[in-house]
C-alpha cells in the first residue's frame, strides 16, 4: 500500500560527478601518446601530474619493461586456464619473491586488490564473526562485506579512527561472536591519514577474539622494509592479522595481494578462496612487471628511491607548513588534502589550478561531507622540488581568489577543518546592499494576506494552516515532537517579494528514505537506543507538509543577491539551531537554479514522487471512468471500489470529540506502524484534537453499515482552490475483506471533486493506487547537506 520510490545512493553521485564533469575537473581524459609519470595531456595541455599514485615512479623502469616484455615473449599475452586445476609458473614465482618482501610470509596473488578482498572475506569470514568497519576504510572492503551478510554475519561501522567507539563495540559483542574483526586501511586514501597501531595493537593482545584486516594499498612499496608498507611490521607477529594490499601503486605493475600470518589460513585461501578459483590469473607481461619491480624492492635501490621520495614529502610539507594552508593530512605519507570547505569553492580552486598547467584531484561528497570538500594531490617521485614549487604557489595565489570570488569567508574554511588561522580577520562581505531580509519565528508575526497571496493553494501550509502546524508541534513532552519554526522573506527596495519559505528543525530519522527492511532492522534497534541513527534536520518545509515550499522571483534582476542572502540565512538558521542536516525540499525537474545550490554544497536527492489529480468536475460515477485511461485502473475500480460502496456509512465532520480524535489517532497509528517506507516519528497523540479546532480541516470517517465502529478516516485540508488529504487511517481487518484502502483512496479523489476543487493533492506514497484515477505523477528531488557522514555511511553499508 505505501510503497514508494527510494532515493538511490547511485544518483547521488550520479548527480554529483555529473556537475564537476560539467566543469572539466572530474572524468577527464589522458590524451598523451606516451606516458612518463611526469605529465599528464588533458584537454590539449601538457599538466604537471599530481594525481597518480605511481609513489615510487616505478611504471616505465627499465628492469620493470624488461621483465614484462620477457614473461610476455615466453607465455604469450595470457594462460587461459583456472589456478584451480594448473596456476601458471610465473605467478608462483612471483609469489615467493613477494613473501620475502614480508618476510617470507605466504602471499597469495590475485588479478585485482578488489578480487582479492571479495575472495579472502568471502572465505575466512564465518556466519558467526562480527566485522566492524572503519568509516572510511576503501570502498573495495566494504563492497564485500555486503555479501557477508547474506550468510548471517554480522557488519558494523564505527566513525573514522574512533578506538574508543571501537573497542565499545568489541566489549559489547565479545560474548555473542566468534571472531572479532575489525577493518581498516593502512594509509587512508582521501585524507592521507593513518590508523591508530599503538591503540589497535594494544586492543590486539587485550582481547584474544579480535582480529585486523588492513587494505594497506596505498602504503606498500614507498615505506617499509623493501617497501612492505606501513603497517606490517607493526602487526606481523600476530596470527590475528590479515593484510591485502596491491601491485598497482608503489609497485609500478597491477594485481592485489594478500599477506597471512597464519598458515592454516593460506591453506585455505590458497586451495579454493572462493572466486580466486573462477578467476584467470594475471596476464604474463603484468607479471613480469610485478617481478620486476619485486626485484627491485629487494634490493639496495628501495632505499633510495624510498629516500628520494620522502625528501620530496619533507620539502613540500614545509612548504605548506610555511604558508599555513588547509592541509588536513599526515606528514607521513605521500597524499595531501587541502581542504575548501564548499563545493563551490573547491570547483573554483581546481579549475584555476589546473589552468596552470597542474593536475590535481577533485574530493567531493559523499566521499567526504559537503562542506569539507577539498583539492586532493598525490606525490611521486616522478614530481620534482620545482613542480612542488609550482604547486604550492598555485595553491597558495589560487586559494583567496577562490574563495574571493565565490564570496566566502576565509577564517570559517580554517575552522570547517579544525585548523589555526593565523590569516588577516576576514568579514564576509556578503550582506547585500540591495535586497532586505525578515526573519521571523511564527507565522503570527507575519501578515496573512501576504503569507496567502504566496502560498495558500500549496498543499497546507497557508497562513491559517501553519498556526495549526506550530500549535501542534509545541508544547510536547518528547523532543521529536517539539520543533522551532522559522520563516524567511527576502525583499527589494520597493518592499516587492523575491523569495519566500519557512524551516522547521527537528529530530528526524535518517533512515527516512531508506528501503523498508533497512529501517525495520533500525527500529529494532531504537527499542533500546530510541535516537539511534538520528539527527537534528533543519528542513525546508515540514515533515507534514508537501508541495512547493519555495517562493522566488526567478525572473528578478536581483536574483542571484537574493540566493546570496538565502543560502547565508540558511547557515545561520542551521547554526542557531544546532542541525547537523540541511534538507531543501521539494523541487521539480524543472527548477532553473539547480548549479546554484549545487555550487552551495548541496547534493540532489531522489525523494518519492508526488500525485496530483485535476479532472474536470465530474457528476457521476460513469463520468470518472471516462477520465481515465487505463483499462486494468477501470476494471479494478469497478471491481473493488464502486462493488464495496454500499457496504459503507461515509461521514465527514469539521470537529471531533475527544473520543472520536483518540480513534482516528489509534488508526494513523496502525498505519504507521505498518509501513516503514516513509519512515518518521509519529506525530504527537494531540494532533486530531487540534485538527479540529480549525475550520480548514475535516475528517472523513467510514464505518460498515449499521456498525458504530469506526474503521477508516481521512485527515484532510481544505484550500480555496485545492484539496490536500493529507493523513489516513485504517482498521487493517478490513484491507482484504471490504477492500477499505482502495475505498478510502476513492473518496480523497471524489471528496476533491464534490468540493470543485481544481486540484486534489493525493502525497507520496502509493503511486499505483493513485494512478488508477488518473492521478499526475510528479518527481520531486531536495537538496541536501550534511555535516558529517557517519551515519549515512552506516545505512549505506
Given at each position: 500500500?505505501?510503497?514508494?520510490?527510494?532515493?538511490?545512493?547511485?544518483?547521488?553521485?550520479?548527480?554529483?560527478?555529473?556537475?564537476?564533469?560539467?566543469?572539466k575537473?572530474?572524468?577527464?581524459?589522458?590524451?598523451?601518446?606516451?606516458f612518463?609519470?611526469?605529465?599528464?595531456?588533458?584537454?590539449?595541455?601538457?599538466?604537471?601530474?599530481?594525481?597518480t599514485?605511481?609513489?615510487?615512479?616505478?611504471e616505465?623502469?627499465?628492469?620493470?619493461?624488461?621483465?614484462?616484455?620477457?614473461?610476455?615473449?615466453?607465455?604469450g599475452?595470457?594462460?587461459?586456464?583456472?589456478?584451480?586445476?594448473?596456476?601458471?609458473?610465473?605467478?608462483?614465482?612471483?609469489?615467493?619473491?613477494?613473501?620475502?618482501?614480508?618476510?617470507?610470509?605466504?602471499?597469495?596473488?590475485?588479478?585485482?586488490?578488489?578480487?582479492?578482498?571479495?575472495?579472502?572475506?568471502?572465505?575466512?569470514?564465518?556466519?558467526?564473526?562480527?566485522?566492524?568497519?572503519?568509516?572510511?576504510?576503501?570502498?573495495?572492503?566494504?563492497?564485500p562485506?555486503?555479501?557477508?551478510?547474506?550468510?548471517?554475519?554480522?557488519?558494523?561501522?564505527?566513525?573514522?579512527?574512533?578506538m574508543?567507539?571501537?573497542?565499545?563495540?568489541?566489549?559489547?559483542?565479545?560474548?555473542?561472536?566468534?571472531?572479532?574483526?575489525?577493518?581498516?586501511?593502512?594509509?587512508?586514501?582521501?585524507?592521507?591519514?593513518?590508523?591508530?597501531?599503538?591503540?589497535?595493537l594494544?586492543?590486539?593482545?587485550?582481547?584474544?577474539?579480535?582480529?585486523?584486516?588492513?587494505?594497506?594499498?596505498?602504503?606498500?612499496?614507498?615505506?617499509?622494509?623493501?617497501?612492505?608498507?606501513?603497517?606490517?611490521?607493526?602487526?606481523?607477529?600476530?596470527?590475528?592479522?590479515?593484510?591485502i594490499?596491491?601491485?598497482?601503486?608503489?609497485?609500478?605493475?597491477?594485481?592485489?595481494?594478500a599477506?597471512?600470518?597464519?598458515?592454516?589460513?593460506?591453506?585455505?585461501?590458497?586451495?579454493?578462496?572462493?572466486?580466486?578459483?573462477?578467476?584467470?590469473p594475471?596476464?604474463?607481461?603484468?607479471?613480469?612487471?610485478?617481478?620486476?619491480?619485486?626485484?627491485?624492492?629487494?634490493s639496495?635501490?628501495?632505499?633510495?628511491?624510498q629516500?628520494?621520495?620522502?625528501?620530496?614529502?619533507?620539502?613540500?610539507?614545509?612548504?605548506?607548513?610555511?604558508?599555513?594552508?588547509?592541509?588536513?593530512?599526515?606528514?607521513?605519507?605521500p597524499?595531501?588534502?587541502?581542504?575548501?570547505?564548499?563545493?563551490?569553492?573547491?570547483?573554483?580552486?581546481?579549475?584555476?589550478?589546473?589552468?596552470?598547467?597542474?593536475?590535481?584531484?577533485?574530493a567531493?561528497?559523499?566521499?567526504?561531507?559537503?562542506?569539507?570538500?577539498?583539492?586532493?594531490?598525490?606525490?611521486?617521485?616522478?614530481n620534482?622540488?620545482?613542480?612542488?614549487?609550482?604547486?604550492?604557489?598555485?595553491?597558495?595565489?589560487?586559494?583567496?581568489?577562490a574563495?574571493?570570488?565565490?564570496?566566502?569567508?576565509?577564517?570559517?574554511?580554517?575552522?570547517?577543518?579544525n585548523?589555526?588561522?593565523?590569516?588577516?580577520?576576514?568579514?564576509?562581505?556578503?550582506?547585500?546592499?540591495?535586497?532586505?531580509v525578515?526573519?521571523?519565528?511564527?507565522i503570527?508575526?507575519?501578515?496573512?494576506?501576504?503569507?496567502?497571496?504566496?502560498?495558500?493553494?500549496?498543499?497546507?501550509?497557508?497562513?491559517?494552516?501553519?498556526?495549526?502546524?506550530?500549535?501542534?508541534?509545541?508544547?510536547?513532552?518528547?523532543?521529536?515532537?517539539?520543533?522551532?519554526?522559522?520563516?524567511?522573506?527576502?525583499?527589494?527596495?520597493?518592499?516587492?517579494?523575491?523569495?519566500?519559505?519557512?524551516?522547521?528543525?527537528?529530530?528526524c530519522?535518517?533512515?527516512?528514505l531508506a528501503?523498508?527492511?533497512?529501517?525495520?532492522?533500525?527500529?529494532?534497534?531504537?527499542?533500546e537506543?530510541?535516537?539511534?541513527?538520528?539527527?537534528?534536520?533543519?528542513?525546508?518545509?515540514?515533515?507534514?507538509?508537501?508541495?512547493?515550499?519555495?517562493?522566488?522571483?526567478?525572473?528578478?534582476?536581483?536574483?542571484?543577491?537574493?540566493?546570496?542572502?538565502?543560502?547565508?540565512?540558511?547557515?545561520?538558521?542551521k547554526?542557531?539551531?544546532?542541525?547537523?542536516?540541511?534538507?531543501?525540499?521539494?523541487?521539480?525537474?524543472?527548477?532553473?537554479?539547480?548549479?546554484?545550490?549545487?555550487?552551495?554544497?548541496?547534493?540532489?536527492?531522489?525523494?518519492?514522487?508526488?500525485?496530483?489529480?485535476?479532472?474536470?468536475?465530474?457528476?457521476?460515477?460513469?463520468?470518472?471512468?471516462?477520465?481515465?485511461?487505463?483499462?486494468?485502473?477501470i476494471?479494478?475500480?469497478?471491481?473493488?471500489?464502486?462493488?464495496?460502496?454500499?457496504?459503507?456509512?461515509?461521514?465527514?465532520?469539521?470537529?471531533?470529540?475527544?473520543?472520536?480524535?483518540?480513534?482516528?489517532?489509534?488508526?494513523?497509528?496502525?498505519?504507521?506502524?505498518?509501513?516503514?517506507?516513509?519512515?518518521?516519528?509519529?506525530?504527537?497523540?494531540?494532533?486530531?484534537?487540534?485538527?479540529?479546532?480549525y475550520?480548514?480541516?475535516?475528517?472523513?470517517?467510514?464505518?460498515?453499515k449499521?456498525?458504530?465502529?469506526?474503521?477508516?478516516?481521512?485527515?484532510?485540508?481544505?484550500?480555496?482552490?485545492?484539496?490536500?488529504?493529507l493523513?489516513?487511517?485504517?482498521?487493517?481487518?478490513?484491507?482484504?475483506?471490504?477492500?477499505?484502502?482502495?475505498?478510502?483512496?476513492?473518496?480523497?479523489?471524489?471528496?476533491?471533486?464534490?468540493?470543485?476543487?481544481?486540484?486534489?493533492?493525493?502525497?507520496?506514497?502509493s503511486?499505483?493506487?493513485?494512478?488508477?484515477?488518473?492521478?499526475?505523477?510528479?518527481?520531486?528531488?531536495?537538496?541536501?547537506?550534511?555535516d558529517?557522514?557517519?551515519?549515512?555511511?552506516?545505512?549505506?553499508?
Open positions: 500500500m505505501a510503497k514508494i520510490k527510494h532515493a538511490s545512493a547511485y544518483d547521488v553521485v550520479d548527480y554529483v560527478v555529473t556537475a564537476a564533469k560539467k566543469k575537473i572530474m572524468h577527464l581524459s589522458s590524451q598523451e601518446d606516451e612518463n609519470g611526469e605529465f599528464l595531456k588533458i584537454n590539449n595541455e601538457e599538466l604537471i601530474n599530481f594525481g599514485c605511481g609513489y615510487l615512479g616505478l616505465k623502469h627499465p628492469h620493470i619493461l624488461a621483465k614484462s616484455h620477457e614473461l610476455l615473449g615466453r607465455y599475452s595470457h594462460f587461459s586456464i583456472s589456478r584451480a586445476f594448473v596456476k601458471a609458473p610465473y605467478v608462483e614465482e612471483l609469489e615467493n619473491l613477494i613473501s620475502k618482501i614480508f618476510d617470507d610470509h605466504p602471499v597469495v596473488i590475485y588479478p585485482s586488490t578488489s578480487v582479492t578482498h571479495q575472495s579472502m572475506i568471502g572465505t575466512i569470514i564465518e556466519p558467526g564473526d562480527l566485522i566492524i568497519l572503519d568509516q572510511q576504510v576503501h570502498y573495495s572492503v566494504q563492497y562485506c555486503q555479501f557477508a551478510k547474506l550468510q548471517g554475519t554480522m557488519v558494523k561501522m564505527i566513525r573514522h579512527n574512533n574508543e567507539m571501537l573497542e565499545d563495540f568489541i566489549k559489547r559483542g565479545y560474548n555473542q561472536y566468534d571472531k572479532i574483526w575489525f577493518m581498516a586501511d593502512g594509509v587512508y586514501s582521501m585524507y592521507g591519514d593513518l590508523p591508530h597501531k599503538k591503540e589497535l594494544y586492543l590486539l593482545e587485550k582481547y584474544p577474539k579480535f582480529h585486523l584486516y588492513f587494505d594497506d594499498a596505498h602504503g606498500v612499496g614507498w615505506t617499509g622494509t623493501n617497501g612492505c608498507g606501513s603497517v606490517f611490521e607493526y602487526f606481523k607477529h600476530s596470527e590475528k592479522v590479515v593484510l594490499s596491491t601491485l598497482a601503486k608503489g609497485f609500478g605493475s597491477i594485481g592485489g595481494i599477506v597471512f600470518n597464519d598458515i592454516e589460513m593460506h591453506r585455505k585461501i590458497d586451495i579454493y578462496g572462493g572466486i580466486l578459483s573462477y578467476t584467470h594475471l596476464s604474463p607481461a603484468n607479471v613480469g612487471a610485478a617481478i620486476g619491480s619485486a626485484e627491485i624492492l629487494l639496495d635501490k628501495i632505499q633510495v628511491y629516500n628520494e621520495l620522502k625528501e620530496l614529502m619533507e620539502y613540500l610539507n614545509t612548504k605548506l607548513e610555511d604558508l599555513n594552508l588547509t592541509n588536513t593530512s599526515s606528514s607521513e605519507t597524499i595531501y588534502f587541502i581542504g575548501a570547505g564548499s563545493v563551490k569553492v573547491t570547483h573554483n580552486l581546481i579549475q584555476r589550478v589546473l589552468a596552470d598547467g597542474l593536475y590535481v584531484n577533485t567531493t561528497y559523499p566521499v567526504v561531507p559537503n562542506d569539507k570538500t577539498g583539492l586532493r594531490f598525490t606525490l611521486t617521485r616522478h620534482t622540488k620545482e613542480h612542488i614549487d609550482q604547486l604550492v604557489n598555485s595553491i597558495d595565489k589560487n586559494f583567496q581568489l574563495v574571493d570570488e565565490e564570496n566566502e569567508d576565509l577564517e570559517k574554511i580554517y575552522k570547517t577543518f585548523l589555526p588561522f593565523k590569516g588577516k580577520k576576514t568579514v564576509k562581505p556578503a550582506e547585500s546592499e540591495n535586497v532586505f525578515e526573519t521571523y519565528n511564527s503570527n508575526e507575519i501578515d496573512a494576506q501576504l503569507w496567502d497571496n504566496l502560498f495558500k493553494d500549496n498543499g497546507n501550509y497557508s497562513h491559517n494552516g501553519l498556526r495549526c502546524i506550530e500549535e501542534i508541534f509545541s508544547n510536547n513532552e518528547k523532543v521529536e515532537e517539539n520543533w522551532e519554526f522559522h520563516y524567511l522573506i527576502i525583499k527589494d527596495e520597493n518592499n516587492e517579494i523575491l523569495l519566500a519559505t519557512f524551516f522547521t528543525s527537528a529530530l530519522k535518517d533512515d527516512m528501503l523498508e527492511n533497512i529501517s525495520r532492522k533500525i527500529e529494532k534497534q531504537r527499542e537506543e530510541p535516537y539511534y541513527l538520528c539527527s537534528k534536520t533543519l528542513t525546508m518545509g515540514s515533515l507534514f507538509t508537501e508541495g512547493e515550499h519555495l517562493y522566488v522571483k526567478g525572473d528578478h534582476s536581483l536574483v542571484d543577491e537574493t540566493f546570496n542572502q538565502f543560502f547565508i540565512e540558511v547557515e545561520k538558521f547554526k542557531a539551531t544546532g542541525s547537523t542536516v540541511v534538507i531543501l525540499r521539494d523541487f521539480q525537474s524543472d527548477f532553473q537554479f539547480n548549479e546554484r545550490f549545487e555550487n552551495e554544497g548541496f547534493a540532489k536527492v531522489s525523494m518519492p514522487n508526488t500525485n496530483i489529480v485535476e479532472h474536470p468536475k465530474w457528476n457521476t460515477e460513469d463520468e470518472l471512468l471516462s477520465f481515465l485511461t487505463s483499462k486494468n485502473g476494471n479494478n475500480i469497478k471491481r473493488y471500489v464502486f462493488k464495496y460502496e454500499d457496504k459503507f456509512d461515509i461521514t465527514i465532520k469539521k470537529t471531533l470529540t475527544d473520543k472520536e480524535a483518540e480513534e482516528h489517532y489509534k488508526l494513523f497509528s496502525n498505519v504507521k506502524k505498518a509501513n516503514f517506507a516513509f519512515n518518521f516519528f509519529a506525530y504527537p497523540n494531540k494532533i486530531t484534537k487540534i485538527l479540529s479546532k475550520d480548514e480541516w475535516e475528517f472523513i470517517e467510514f464505518r460498515l449499521g456498525s458504530d465502529e469506526l474503521i477508516g478516516g481521512i485527515w484532510g485540508f481544505i484550500g480555496e482552490n485545492h484539496c490536500c488529504p493523513i489516513v487511517g485504517l482498521n487493517y481487518n478490513y484491507i482484504k475483506s471490504h477492500h477499505l484502502y482502495k475505498q478510502v483512496m476513492y473518496y480523497m479523489v471524489k471528496r476533491g471533486n464534490d468540493l470543485d476543487k481544481s486540484k486534489t493533492y493525493l502525497g507520496l506514497t503511486d499505483y493506487e493513485k494512478q488508477k484515477y488518473g492521478a499526475k505523477l510528479v518527481s520531486i528531488f531536495a537538496y541536501m547537506k550534511v558529517n557522514m557517519y551515519n549515512w555511511d552506516l545505512l549505506s553499508s
